[in-house]
């Protein structure tokens, strides 16, 4: 749970990542500008339990997905079996090779769906031409 009893978990109080990626930074950003949001569509009581319902449901998909990711990264980055280090320089090798591939799992790192509407605005530039 990210909020209970009038109290909204944010940041590392909400969530605890190793240093990969800086997404312990990127999901604090998002925690504190939903919560402003929804803290100002209940102005009348920002702390109630049905705002802070909302708060917890809206964060609870990107942190668990963005927990699995990152959990996903350093397992990879701390096995010894051959395939899993093999993936993961693959994966790397592609990443760093293909700058709209990297710009994507950028966007969408520090914004969710971001990464996928660049990438339509992209794909309705091309097919205007």
Known sequence: RFARDRVALVGEAAHVFPPIGAQGLNLGIRDVDDLIGIACENRSDPGAAKALAAYDFKRRPDILARSSAVNLLNMSLLSDMLPAQMARVAGLGVLGGFAPLRAFF????????????ALAGGLGKQVRR
Do not use: K, V
Not at 106 to 117: I, K, T, Y
């Open 106 to 117: 950028m966007r969408e790192g520090l914004r969710p769906g971001s990464g996928f509407a």
